[in-house]
């Protein structure tokens, strides 16, 4: 079996985002064994497994990322896009734009504290497309 669908996520504010349950009310029924795949088709924003149950982890990253990385930044010349731009693209490449998750009896294989967030690193996030593949039998 394999399965690709687009799922497209509302505008989110600059921040970790949980969106496990977003994506699993989109998805069919999964395989009993398999892989889903998830892209996310941009540039300044990105995936991540991390945390799920204690919502100070969200603030803690965002914090992180914003001392790593801080808006206007000196030196970068891709200014284009404000202040935020170029920042948000150097954030995505340290995370990521894609997960594996392995697929067992039916369910994503998580572990227990784990959740899929969308790591939005533009001030003002807009739309977000998501490629969802599945591949199982």
């Not at 404000?82 to 009896?105: C, E, N, W, Y």
């Amino acid at each position: 079996m394999v399965f690709q669908t687009e799922i497209t996520l509302d505008p989110h504010p600059r921040g970790f985002h949980l969106i496990t349950g977003d994506i699993m009310r989109r998805l069919p029924t999964l395989p009993q064994t398999g892989v889903l795949n998830l892209f996310v088709k941009h540039t300044s924003c990105a995936l991540s497994l991390n945390e799920n149950a204690d919502p100070a982890v969200r603030s803690d990253l965002e914090t992180a990322f914003d001392r790593l990385i801080p808006d206007n930044t000196k030196g970068f010349q891709h200014t284009l896009e404000g202040r935020d731009g170029m920042p948000a693209h150097v954030k995505s490449v340290i995370t990521g734009v894609s997960l594996s998750i392995p697929i067992t009896r039916g369910r994503l294989n998580l572990g227990i504290w784990q959740g899929i967030y969308l790591c939005e690193f533009r001030q003002n996030g807009e739309e977000r497309i998501l490629i969802a593949t599945i591949i199982g039998e």
